[in-house]
């Protein structure tokens, strides 16, 4: 007699691993460098925080001290200058944590293109993802996003705690907001910049299938694009210029960003600042009534001008990274289709 079993239907074969379980690989498999990466970030967080906390103390101490009216006298030497001891120390580790800043970009780009990306071209190591269900877009995706979502929360806190910190200063220190190591270390900009390290890392290491190499060009053209929008960074918003008959400073906020002065005369026209100079008294007089000038013009950026400024650069930044990225994909296919 024959006996029938029945059998339950055959279960789907599972489409492959995730996108979280990519990210978990990836995760698990550079703990060591988000480990250090973390530990270092924190360091900075403290550091910054401390001195900032340690000046403010010195600075309320100072200020309730007679010595900060006078300041002279030798018994108020030594309380003047450790103040002013205090506050360039302070003044230069905020500068040191601005400079960490700019430079965060370059690393993120130098360990993406090399350790995350070459690294698994040159060991072959790529193979074994795409042979377990894992499509080359898929896996790229997992390379793209779990690192955007670390930087942008790292960055995001490492960028506000340096505000803070500067924000706690004197007005003496640190430098002002328009300075290299200042501005882009500030706002936005330190986000859209670590992503834009992010995608040329990985732009660079599809095409560059060499760690080292790959390495080196990538901090080379996330330094480049950088040099290059600070070059300009002064044109992406319009200028405010201001005329006065005063002086060549008069009628602007000292912390304005000054980027040219001269002789203006009565029909508008500009002259060069040097315009009469290494004269006498009355021959300089003589030769400015022969020129017609009748004041100063400054053409500069106000204060008010940070976020247009920032969001501007931002933006272009962030159109770069999409573009980096769009790129990535089509080496990807057209390399691994």
Known sequence: MNTITATAPPRPAPSGPTLRSSARVLLRQHRAALQIAGALALVGIVVLVGFALRAAQVADTFAADPCSATGVGLECSQTVRNYLDSMSQFSTVVG??????????????????????????????????????????????????????????????????????????????????????????????????????????????????????????????????????????????????????????????????????????????????????????????????DHHATGFWIDHHPASHFWPLQLVETGIVLVLTAVAVALAFRVLRRRHA
């Open 96 to 289: 040191y944590g601005g400079l960490a800043l700019i430079v965060l970009p370059g690393l993120i780009a130098a360990f993406v293109a090399g350790p995350m990306i070459a690294r698994e071209f040159e060991s072959g190591t790529y193979k074994v993802s795409w042979t377990q269900s894992v499509s080359p877009a898929h896996w790229l995706v997992a390379k793209l996003a779990v690192p955007a979502v670390l930087l942008i929360s790292a960055v995001s806190v490492l960028a506000a705690v340096y505000a803070w910190s500067r924000s706690r200063s004197s007005t003496e220190y640190p430098a002002h907001w328009y300075e290299r190591p200042v501005f882009g270390a500030l706002g936005t900009m330190p986000v859209a910049y670590a992503l834009l390290g992010l995608a040329l890392g990985v732009l660079t290491g599809l095409l560059i299938h060499r760690t080292v190499p790959a390495m080196a060009v990538a901090v080379l053209a996330t330094g480049a694009v950088a040099a290059v929008l600070t070059t300009v960074r002064s044109a992406l918003w319009p200028l405010r210029t201001t005329i006065n008959t005063a002086s060549a400073g008069n009628g602007v906020d000292g912390d304005s960003w000054v980027l040219g002065t001269g002789r203006i005369t009565a029909d508008g026209s500009r002259l060069p600042m040097e315009t009469c100079w290494e004269r006498s008294q009355a021959d300089e007089v003589r030769c400015l009534a």
